[in-house]
């Protein structure tokens, strides 16, 4: 069965420092996602991604948050400089045009720790 | 935007015990979805379930979607199902893209 997945699975980072998750959908999906979850906290929708451009964001998602898809198959979120509070489970998610339920793959997501 | 109530917030149970979890929705949804968040933190999706009844194991989920609500049943819980279940709600933003929305989840403990 096909599935999402994400690398690194876990990261540690200064404060300051950029990072770059990535993740690779489901082939045939056109539509991407990134959420967060702080730990103990819900999880969040951040941005969704399609046509080579953001379709939503949140307000989560400021200036020190980008998304890219650099090739046909990774779909990566990078943080410029990074907060003690960007530390967060970080879940990469993609559906498929076609799926009329458009139902959102989830990926096991990346550990991000800043210290 | 929608809004998604889970409950109980909390829940503990004894090993083979049975228990229903809720998810209230507020908006007309075209899809839901619940996962099972592991003590590792990774999100395992169990049903998508717009409507209708599906089973899989000891777990089995209902939507009512006229009435906005989704159930979760846990049948003879196992400690293995111990961890958070969320309910996630899909419905279509203004730009007409797909958004989802996940209610704060349900925490168990299955105790043996």
């Known amino acids: 069965e096909p599935e999402v997945t994400q690398t690194p699975s876990h990261q540690v980072t200064q404060m300051g420092q950029e990072v770059i998750l990535r993740c690779v959908p489901i082939?045939?999906?056109?539509?991407f996602y990134w959420y967060r979850q702080i730990l103990g906290q819900k999880v969040e929708f951040l941005v969704s991604?399609?046509?080579?451009?953001?379709?939503?964001k949140s307000e989560i998602f400021d200036d020190q948050f980008s998304v890219e898809r650099p090739d046909g198959s990774n779909f990566t979120l990078k943080i410029r400089s990074t907060k003690l509070e960007d530390s967060a489970m970080y879940f990469c998610a993609s559906s498929d045009l076609m799926d009329p339920q458009e139902t959102q793959y989830f990926g096991p997501g990346t550990r991000l720790l800043v210290l | 935007g929608i809004q998604v109530e889970q409950s109980p917030p909390d829940l503990i149970l004894q090993e083979g015990a049975n228990s229903t979890l809720r998810c209230n929705f507020s908006?007309?949804?075209?899809?839901l979805q619940w996962f099972h968040q592991n003590p590792w933190g990774q999100l395992i999706n169990l049903f998508y379930i717009p409507s209708g009844t599906k089973q899989n194991g000891r777990l089995s989920a209902t939507t009512v979607a006229t009435e906005r609500y989704s159930l979760l049943y846990i049948s003879s819980s196992q400690t293995t199902v111990s961890g958070v279940f969320f309910c996630?709600?899909?419905?279509?933003?203004?730009?007409?893209?797909?958004?989802?929305?996940f209610g704060i989840g349900t925490k168990l403990q299955v105790i043996p």
């Open positions: 082939s045939n999906h056109l539509y």
């Open positions: 991604f399609y046509n080579n451009e953001i379709s939503e």
């Open positions: 996630a709600v899909g419905g279509m933003n203004s730009g007409g893209y797909q958004k989802v929305t």
């Open positions: 908006d007309s949804v075209n899809n």
